[in-house]
């Protein structure tokens, strides 16, 4: 019996775990350089002061919004101390196996296996996902949680719990998943019927209480208000509840990662609000996909819903539900950024490449198989036109790993080698740090074991006339470590008069001014 029951593991488990585990491979092997950015790093950090029983530091300039799962992750990892970082980048890796096994499932439920190799194929070379994921940022796995909770759903209608379940832990990471939750809920507490066209349909259903729209009648499920659609309830309103409870207790605002966001989002000069969505949105969805995809999805939705309606329903409602979702929260005040609408991408990929390969899912003699065929020959020219910028494309995101991996290490070198401590102790030599801008922060906070707030950014504070402070060696490290494009325009190098060069390498040079106290007005950037 055991053997049996190992042999059904290793035959249900075993797929997925190899194809997982070949993607994350050639990923590593192609991509070598992957690293926490900017937003996973403070993550980290305010886990670790989590663990210890701190409140979180957020008060460093242009913090990111905290997420409460991956802070939580970061408290957890916490003990492993500097491992914490690997950690990030071991899931970021895994995170991107498993989003490319999750597409490739859902365009073999959808439609067939070819279909969803190839969607996972087209997410997996899309520069954006690539870049974002190689960087652990938290929407690999919020991207991952949903798919899995939609795949759920597919395999079979009205699942309830289980789709629950992982729409509140993505909700923990971005709060688009509450509309899904919300969306889900009603659907799963309502039943929608459609009336005959000739008259009214005298069966039980229609008798019961509800909503009529024209021919659409809406009532409550048969079985009522029960506790299964209360437990149903209570998962669904989870995913805000625990972010404004973990809002108040660590900052005592229950609304700090709204109104936190919303002010970054202008102090950065993001495109926001109801017009910009409308502007922008499609550009920035552009940006995920490319022209190809994105006439290849429009293709692909349209002839799959034509001919195979059933098939489709389930992912043009959900990538529907997608591209609302980013519409609200842009509309709401947050970033109108291309990584916000790699959900939706993901899910139109799946078209995308049902456009190239469903018309084999037809009757040879059907009337729509020769169109099929020629929609699929233009989206494939499309892309062939396109290869040479795609490829452009990836070697731009490999190029940056790299470079940012280079720069980020020699700063890590420097705090290896003990240039910040007191010789002989594990104590900052003295405070502020001053940086040249913000992406040092987190970074150097968690290495040194600093609050966030004692490490300065002198594009936002100004030139410290005390502390340390670190300075670019080379225009390299200027052009390689920016925390948002418009940051190169202000990252300042020139140390304040009289400080001592105490230590440096190819990217970074360390000056001490721990005499002096006091602030000096920033001069222009040389």
């Not at 509140?168 to 009336?195: I, K, M, Q, S």
């Not at 190029?399 to 910040?420: H, N, R, Y």
């Amino acid at each position: 019996m055991a053997r049996m029951t190992s042999s059904k593991m290793l035959r249900s488990w075993g797929p997925p775990l190899a194809f997982i585990a070949v993607v994350t491979a050639v990923l590593l092997a192609i991509f070598p350089t992957g690293f926490p950015n900017y937003d996973t790093m403070y993550y980290l950090l305010w886990g670790k002061e989590i663990a210890q029983g701190m409140s979180p530091d957020y008060g460093a300039p242009i913090a990111p919004t905290p997420h409460p799962l991956y802070d939580l992750v970061g408290a957890v990892f916490s003990p492993l101390g500097d491992g914490s970082i690997t950690v990030a980048v071991v899931l970021a890796y895994v995170s991107l196996g498993l989003l490319a096994w999750l597409i490739y499932r859902l365009g073999k439920e959808w439609f067939d296996r070819w279909i969803g190799l190839l969607a996972a194929f087209l997410v997996m070379t899309s520069a954006p996902v690539l870049s974002n994921g190689l960087r652990a940022y938290i929407d690999i796995p919020y991207m991952v949680l949903c798919l899995a909770a939609l795949l759920i759903e597919t395999r079979k209608r009205k699942a309830g719990w289980p789709v629950l379940v992982l729409l509140t832990l993505a909700g923990l990471l971005r709060p688009e998943a509450w509309v899904f939750a919300g969306f889900y809920f009603l659907w799963l507490a309502l039943n929608f019927h459609l009336a005959p066209a000739d008259g009214p349909d005298d069966s039980a259903p229609e008798r019961r209480a509800g909503i009529s729209l024209g021919r659409l009648r809406i009532q409550l499920r048969e079985s009522g208000i029960d506790r299964n659609l209360i437990l149903m309830a209570c998962l669904t309103v989870a995913g805000p509840l625990i972010w404004i409870i973990f809002d108040l207790i660590t900052t005592s605002d229950p609304l700090y990662s709204l109104t936190g966001t919303q002010e970054t989002v202008e102090t950065l000069e993001r495109d926001t609000g109801p017009l910009d969505v409308i502007i922008y949105g499609p550009r920035r969805l552009g940006e995920v996909m490319q022209w190809p995809g994105m006439v290849g999805a429009f293709f692909g939705v349209i002839l799959t819903l034509w001919t195979m309606p059933k098939r489709a329903a389930i992912g043009v409602v959900s990538a529907a539900m997608a591209l609302l979702a980013f519409a609200l929260m842009g509309a709401s005040g947050l970033a109108i950024i291309p990584r916000y609408t790699m959900l939706a991408a993901a899910i139109l990929f799946i078209f995308t490449a049902a456009a190239v390969l469903g018309w084999r899912m037809l009757e040879p003699g059907h009337r729509l198989r020769r169109i099929w065929q020629v929609a699929a020959a233009v989206t494939v020219a499309l892309w062939i036109i396109w290869l040479p910028n795609q490829y452009d494309l990836l070697s731009t995101v490999d190029q940056d790993l790299s470079d940012q991996t280079l720069v980020e290490g020699d700063l890590q070198d420097l705090v290896d080698e003990g240039a910040f401590f007191k010789p002989g102790t594990e104590d900052v030599r003295c405070l502020p740090i001053s940086v040249p801008n913000h992406r040092a922060v987190p970074r150097l906070a968690f290495w040194l074991d600093i609050k966030p707030s004692q490490v300065v950014s002198t594009e936002a504070d100004g030139l410290q006339s005390g502390g340390l402070f670190l300075a670019p060696a080379r225009p390299f490290t200027i052009e390689h470590f920016v925390l948002d494009p418009g940051d190169d325009t202000r990252i300042s190098s020139k140390p304040p008069s009289g400080s001592e060069l105490i230590a440096g390498n190819r990217s970074w040079k360390l000056y001490s001014d721990c005499e002096r106290t006091g602030s000096v007005k920033p001069g222009p950037t040389p």
